[in-house]
């Protein structure tokens, strides 16, 4: 019969691992307490719900991002062959009215030029028309970026009142109230609105308010992590 993890860990060694389980337990017993007694809960629940959006949404910002990227290489490799074709007959051409030039044909020979010279300018608009259809592909392809310019903007929207709510669950947890109404000012700001939940401080002038991801980090820091 298979042992528990706990009669493992205890068989493992000096009992420092059973030590080691049931302070772990004890850890997240505390934690939940916490969490309930803090009403803290229900940001919780919002926070693990983000993260399966969130993967939603940047595997279809990397779907959208794929396809545009070969809408763009498919009108490129039409448009590729279409443009040598244009380039070879111009040099082509040039080069034989060059020779006529230097060496007039005769009659013959000069009107022959001269229906396959009128041949290529009738296909050239017909050419040129074509790349410029696959130019507009190229265009068309790049209205991705305004969809998945807003899908990523909702993300950071999201990502950063998930960061903040968090904070904000640190920050009530600090046991000094002193120190803890001092760090709840600098989430909150001067006004006592929350500042973070309504994004990073547009007046940088402002002392005392967290105002970029830099000040989040330093509040962390000061909350020891």
């Not at 007959?89 to 034989?96: C, E, I, S």
């Amino acid at each position: 019969m298979l042992r528990s993890d706990e009669q493992q860990i205890s068989e493992s060694g000096d009992g420092s691992g059973n030590e080691l389980f049931q302070r772990l337990g004890q850890l997240t017993r505390m934690l939940r307490v916490n969490i309930r007694g803090l009403g803290l809960q229900h940001e919780m629940e919002e926070a693990a719900k983000v993260i399966p959006d969130t993967m939603s949404r940047l595997d279809y910002v990397a779907s959208m991002t794929e396809q545009s990227a070969q809408r763009v290489l498919n009108a490129v490799d039409r448009t590729q062959p279409l443009q040598e074709s244009i380039q070879e007959g111009a040099q082509t051409l040039d080069l034989r009215w060059d020779g006529w030039l230097e060496n007039p044909l005769d009659l013959e020979q000069a009107r022959a030029l001269a229906l396959e010279t009128q041949c290529y300018l009738k296909q050239v608009p017909v050419m040129t028309q074509a790349s410029s259809k696959e130019l507009l592909e190229i265009t068309m392809a790049q209205d991705f970026q305004d969809l998945t310019g807003q899908v990523i903007k909702k993300m950071n929207d999201v990502m950063q009142s998930v960061e903040h709510q968090l904070l904000g669950i640190l920050v009530d947890s600090v046991a000094d109230e002193k120190h803890r109404d001092e760090l709840r000012q600098k989430v909150t700001g001067a006004s006592g609105q929350a500042a973070l939940l309504n994004g990073p401080q547009i007046d940088p002038s402002v002392e005392g308010v967290v105002s970029g991801q830099d000040q989040v980090d330093d509040l962390l820091d000061e909350l020891g992590f």
